[in-house]
């Protein structure tokens, strides 16, 4: 009996044991299975993120470019939606002027800017004769019959400069020499044979045709004139450097009295800059007034770096409302007031929309896209009327679609993943609310910085052929030159009248004397646009 005893005890041990065992081992297995859950429950979110991008980059590689949104003939564009969304009255109380169409089949082709030159054909005397009675015909008139445009190609020729030389007799036969000399322009750089004409094409094969210096000296070449590439880029740096960086450097001294400024930076490479890699990336800062400013101007800045010193060194003594992308670098400027550009927020939600459209109008980048939409369908229709009734406008209509859009933001915050491009894109939106809200309270405060995009767009285009400066001076040079033709052509001058202009006239001036004659040669003075301001019909 005693042996029963004992032996059920040592089983009941051992099967104590044994549970503890198992407890541990489930235990154990729990926990496995718990860090695979999270694993799993990880990599299904990278690979939903990995998706994403596959689908991001692969748009981005064979879609469209457009932002548009392309729809089935059963979905409405977002655009078109907005408008009929909107109440009736919301469409009605805007008034807004709306630009013709052109009729088809009609030439719509400008040349009032052109030189006209007349010429008449006649008839030969012997010929003016009635067929039917032989009497002789008289005159009557004439009468226009088409427009022909002729282009003459271009020539060179040296103009040899020689001066008179007088003096006097009577004090010659005195011992005494006096002498007079007839005075002559000074160069547009000293010990040169180039002209304002000459620099002035060169600079504006460059900056405005896009032309790299290596491709003009085949062009020159082919006009009879030996001209190196270095020879023109040191005519350049010496031209920005006398002539134009005091000019920009004085807009920049008006534009500080703006009461808003687009600004925005891109990369560029240059070569040979102090302590750093050939490879590595500059930015030229790009700075500009709004549409509405009476004195348009463009000013464009480099920096070797992107550093948030860069706009507070430009901006310093402005006090007014900068328009930005949201870019860090701009939040820390004493005194000035942030507006974000909503174009940029719209991008970061169209970027994460599906590759296939047809998948798109049940996601919420599609849903955030859409609402932006009506926004800028508002704004379109308001855009001719001036900044008070914009602002009552944006307050009235706008302001309660805005709500509405950073309300949804905030619900749908935490139903996608933080690092989701919709994620990313919803956590922008509500990081930069308050800027982005900016232009419900200002008229003057447009909705995107497209702006800075037109003024920009004729550098990046000139990059992507002359690919890089090769020295600091040279893209100091570039940005004060892009600085003059940009502001020019935002005051309606034609650009190498202007710069012709400046480069025939501004080495005559003593501005060391006179330093405010330099506001005569500013491009929207007046005496500036009544010479180069190209006619509108």
């Not at 059920?8 to 541990?24: D, Q, R, V």
């Not at 408008?83 to 002027?97: A, G, V």
């Not at 004493?334 to 994460?352: L, M, S």
């Amino acid at each position: 009996m005693a042996d029963t005893v004992e032996n059920l005890a040592l089983i009941m041990a051992n099967l104590s044991h044994s549970i503890e065992e198992l407890k541990a081992t489930i235990a154990s297995l729990n926990s496995t299975i718990d860090s695979l859950k999270a694993e799993n429950e990880y990599l299904k979110n990278n690979n939903e993120l990995l998706r994403e991008e596959n689908a991001y980059l692969k748009r981005k590689l064979f879609g469209t470019k457009s932002e548009k949104i392309t729809h089935s003939m059963d979905q409405l564009s977002l655009f078109d939606e907005a408008e009929n969304e909107c109440e009736p009255e919301l469409l009605e109380d805007i008034s807004y002027t709306r630009a013709k169409k052109k009729q088809k089949g009609k030439i719509d082709i400008k040349l009032d800017n052109l030189k006209h030159v007349k010429k008449v054909y006649d008839i030969d005397e012997k010929d003016r004769v009635c067929e039917e009675c032989g009497s002789k015909l008289s005159y009557v008139g004439e009468e226009f019959v088409r427009h022909e445009v002729i282009y003459e190609p271009a020539k060179l020729y040296v103009k040899d400069i020689y001066r008179k030389t007088y003096e006097c007799r009577n004090c010659r036969k005195k011992g005494k020499a006096v002498m007079l000399k007839a005075g002559t322009p000074q160069p547009v750089v000293p010990h040169s044979y180039t002209s304002p004409s000459v620099l002035s094409q060169v600079i504006i094969d460059k900056y405005v045709n896009h032309m790299p210096l290596y491709r003009q000296e085949s062009e020159w070449k082919r006009l009879g004139m030996e001209l190196s590439r270095t020879t023109m880029a040191n005519w350049i740096i010496i031209a920005t450097k006398e002539y134009f960086i005091p000019l920009v450097n004085r807009m920049h001294e008006l534009m500080m009295k703006e009461s808003h400024i687009h600004c925005d930076e891109t990369p560029v490479q240059v070569l040979n800059e102090p302590g750093k890699k050939a490879t590595s990336k500059s930015y030229m800062w790009v700075y500009s007034s709004i549409k509405e400013s009476k004195r348009p101007v463009k000013i464009f800045d480099y920096r070797p770096d992107r550093k948030a010193t860069n706009p507070q060194e430009f901006l310093k003594g402005f006090g007014g409302t900068i328009i930005t992308d949201g870019y860090y670098g701009y939040n820390h400027i004493d005194g000035v007031t942030n507006a974000y550009c909503w174009a940029h927020a719209r991008r970061k939600f169209y970027d994460a929309l599906p590759v296939d459209m047809k998948n798109a109008s049940d996601t919420l980048a599609n849903t955030a896209v859409e609402k932006i939409a009506r926004l800028f369908a508002i704004e379109k229709q308001i855009e001719t009327l001036s900044p008070d009734k914009k602002a009552k406008i944006r307050q009235e209509k706008s302001k309660p679609l805005v709500d509405d859009f950073f309300s949804w933001c905030k619900y749908n915050q935490n139903k996608v993943l933080t690092a989701s491009k919709t994620g990313r894109a919803i956590q922008y939106a509500l990081n930069y609310e308050a800027g982005l809200r900016s232009f419900l309270e200002d008229g003057l405060v447009p909705m995107t910085n497209s702006l800075y995009e037109r003024t920009i767009r004729p550098f990046t285009v000139g990059r992507k052929n002359w690919l890089f400066s090769t020295s600091t001076k040279g893209a100091e040079a570039s940005a004060a030159v892009f600085s003059l033709i940009e502001t020019a052509k935002s005051n309606k001058l034609n650009p190498y009248d202007y710069i012709e202009f400046i480069l025939d006239y501004l080495p005559q001036q003593n501005l060391v004397e006179d330093p405010g004659r330099l506001d005569w040669f500013l491009p929207w003075s007046e005496e500036i646009k009544e010479e180069f301001e190209i006619k509108a019909d």
